[in-house]
C-alpha cells in the first residue's frame, strides 16, 4: 500500500512543479498582454493573434487614449508615437476588412477613460473587392473571449502560451527581431531586416499571390464600399476621421496595372475623397514606393516608411511633400492625370 500511495505523492508533485512552472513563467511573460508586465525578459513580443492580443491589452489593462488608428497588418507598422497633438492608439491588425472598421472603434471607446476624438484610418487598394470587402465581421466572438470570467487563468494554463512565451524570452535575450512583426511593450511594431536575395523572393512571392488571389479575374470592385465608408461615419458622428491610403512597392503598383485595376484604383480614390472630403494618398509612384528597400515582401514597409506617413499627415493637407498628396474634390483629377503620367514615363 505505501508503493502506490508513494508514487502517487511523487506524481502529484511533480504535475504541481510543471504546472506551477507554466503558470509562472506565462504571468511573468504575459504573452497575450492581460496582466501588464514589463521587464528586460519580455521587450519582443511575438504576434499571436493581434486582434486577441490588442483587446485584451485594452480591455484589462489601464486605457486611455484620445485618438485610435485602424488599419491592416500595413499600418502596424506606424509607429503611435510619432503623431504630434494627438494621444493614438494602433488598432491595427493583420487582415483587417473594411467592415471590421466599425467594431474596433466602438470597442476602443467603450474601453477608453477619455472620450475618442478622432480616428485616423488607412485603407488598402486590394480591400476594396467585392471578396475582401463584402463578408460581414466584427469583434464579437473576441470580446465574448474577454468577457468569460476564466479567460485570463486558461491562457495561464496554456502549453501554447508558453511556448511563446519561451519564444519571447528568447529573442528578449538576444535583443534581435526574428520574425517579421514583432512588438515592444508600447505597442509599436518592428520588423526584421534581410538581405536582397530575401526582400526579392517575398517580392516576387507577393506579385505572385496578388495576381492569383486578388487581381485580375479575381477582382471586382465593390459597388457597396462607398456605403460602407458613409455607414462608418454615420455611426461614429462626433469622431474626426483622417483617412490616408497605404504605400506599396511600385513592383506590386505595376502588377495592379497590368492586371487591369488602375480604373478601380481611380474609383476608390474618389469614392473616399466623396465620403470623407479628403485622403492623404501615398500609394504612387514616388520616392518611397520606387525604393523597394523600404519594404521587405514589395506589400509591407519598413517602420521607418510608417514615421514618414506620421509626419506627412503631422504637417496637415496644405504641406507641399514629395511623399504624401492630400486628395480633394477640387485636386483630385489633376492629381490623378499626373499620376498617369507618371506611370506612363515609367513605362517608357
Not at 301 to 316: H, M, S
Request: negative net charge; proline residues 3%.
Amino acid at each position: 500500500m505505501n508503493l502506490p500511495r508513494q508514487f502517487i505523492l511523487i506524481f502529484s508533485t511533480i504535475v504541481c512543479l510543471v504546472l506551477t512552472t507554466i503558470v509562472s513563467f506565462n504571468y511573468v511573460m504575459d504573452p497575450l498582454w492581460t496582466f501588464n508586465q514589463k521587464h528586460t525578459f519580455n521587450d519582443y513580443q511575438s504576434v499571436i493573434d493581434e486582434r486577441l492580443q490588442k483587446t485584451s491589452r485594452m480591455f484589462f489593462q489601464p486605457f486611455s487614449y484620445d485618438t485610435i488608428l485602424l488599419g491592416s497588418s500595413r499600418s502596424t507598422y506606424i509607429n503611435q508615437n510619432k503623431f504630434t497633438n494627438m494621444n493614438v492608439y494602433n488598432f491595427s491588425v493583420n487582415n483587417l476588412s473594411i467592415r471590421e472598421y466599425d467594431t474596433f472603434l466602438a470597442f476602443a471607446e467603450r474601453q477608453s477613460d477619455q472620450p475618442i476624438k478622432r480616428v485616423l484610418i488607412g485603407l488598402d487598394f486590394f480591400k476594396t473587392s467585392v471578396q475582401e470587402s463584402e463578408r460581414p465581421v466584427s469583434l464579437v466572438n473576441y470580446e465574448k473571449k474577454l468577457d468569460d470570467p476564466l479567460y485570463r487563468a486558461k491562457n495561464l494554463f496554456s502549453i501554447d502560451s508558453f511556448r511563446y512565451s519561451v519564444q519571447n524570452l528568447r529573442m528578449s535575450i538576444a535583443n534581435e527581431v526574428q520574425a517579421d512583426r514583432v512588438y515592444n511593450h508600447d505597442n509599436v511594431a518592428a520588423a526584421r531586416h534581410i538581405s536582397e536575395e530575401e526582400r526579392n523572393a517575398n517580392t516576387a512571392e507577393k506579385i505572385h499571390r496578388f495576381k492569383d488571389e486578388f487581381y485580375g479575374s479575381n477582382y471586382v470592385y465593390n459597388p457597396r464600399y462607398k456605403e460602407y465608408l458613409t455607414i462608418f461615419t454615420d455611426r461614429h458622428p462626433d469622431v474626426e476621421t483622417i483617412v490616408y491610403t497605404t504605400p506599396i512597392s511600385m513592383a506590386l503598383f505595376q502588377t495592379l496595372i497590368e492586371e487591369g485595376q488602375l480604373d478601380d484604383y481611380e474609383q476608390w480614390l474618389h469614392d473616399v475623397v466623396d465620403v470623407f472630403g479628403g485622403v492623404y494618398n501615398f500609394m504612387y509612384p514616388n520616392e518611397v514606393t520606387n525604393d523597394l528597400t523600404n519594404y521587405f515582401d514589395g506589400h509591407h514597409f519598413y517602420p521607418i516608411v510608417g514615421d514618414k506617413i506620421a509626419e506627412r499627415i503631422n504637417e496637415g493637407p496644405n504641406a507641399q511633400s514629395s511623399f504624401g498628396v492630400y486628395l480633394t474634390k477640387e485636386n483630385i483629377d489633376s492629381r490623378l492625370a499626373e499620376i498617369r503620367k507618371k506611370i506612363e514615363l515609367k513605362k517608357s
